[in-house]
């Protein structure tokens, strides 16, 4: 069976501090793995990682995956409240377009 | 505006009453899928299908279901909600060929 455990569970911080967030995976031949962010709604796209190694950016948020040892790592610099938010992970696998998500990592930055 | 829409955003009904959610996308994706969202244990995937006429159960499919007669729209169904299904619920599309899912806002569902 598909795993994907997301670490840790929740996280609280002050704006200004870099988090580290954190998405392992046992599952049988991994395709992609993709990074979402929910604040009070719906989950909006972040990231899709395929390659181990290149590192994916978009502002003070970066992604890299990990293929050999199973995981990827989301860091956020310089958090900022507007980054308090569910990170969500999702795993796509063998021959199928159905994902399998982790738990989440809830994020709350205080100012 | 590309967008998931589901209705309604807020429910709260009681045991047995047979209800509908609907869920439309404007973005001729021919993947749709349902989640509902409890604390502590992420989303997890009750129905999905991958075109019209298509459809295929996720890991919680127990108490739902659903149609596909038309490509835009993918109603969930509970014919005798009970309280366990009280939970966020979240409709999904995306490309067959893609792995980015656009998601609509949430339909939040209390069954007393």
């Known amino acids: 069976e598909d795993k994907v455990v997301q670490s840790p569970l929740s996280l609280v911080v002050h704006e200004g501090d870099t988090v580290t967030l954190n998405c392992s995976y046992e599952?049988?031949?991994?395709?992609?793995l993709l990074w979402y962010k929910q604040e009070k709604k719906a989950p909006t796209f972040l990231f899709m990682l395929t390659s181990s190694g290149i590192e994916k950016k978009s502002g003070r948020l970066s992604s890299i995956l990990d293929k050999k040892e199973l995981f990827s790592i989301l860091n956020i610099t310089a958090t900022q409240t507007g980054d308090s938010a569910i990170y969500l992970c999702?795993?796509?696998?063998?021959?199928?377009?159905?994902?399998?998500f982790g738990r989440g990592t809830s994020l709350i930055v205080h100012p | 505006e590309a967008q998931v829409t589901q209705n309604p955003r807020y429910l709260i009904t009681v045991t047995g009453k047979k209800l509908t959610v609907t869920c439309s996308q404007n973005m001729n994706h021919e993947y749709m899928s349902w989640y509902r969202q409890d604390p502590g244990l992420g989303l997890r995937q009750i129905y999905y299908?991958?075109?019209?006429?298509?459809?295929d159960k996720g890991d919680v499919p127990e108490g739902y279901k659903v149609s596909r007669k038309e490509k835009r729209n993918f109603p969930l169904i509970l014919e005798s909600p009970s309280p366990n299904q009280t939970s966020l619920y979240f409709c999904?599309?995306?490309?067959?060929?893609?792995?980015?899912?656009?998601f609509g806002p949430g339909t939040r569902l209390t069954v007393t």
């Open positions: 599952v049988t031949n991994f395709r992609s």
């Open positions: 999702a795993v796509y696998a063998g021959g199928s377009y159905i994902p399998t």
């Open positions: 299908s991958m075109n019209v006429e298509v459809t």
């Open positions: 999904a599309s995306k490309f067959r060929g893609s792995y980015e899912q656009y």
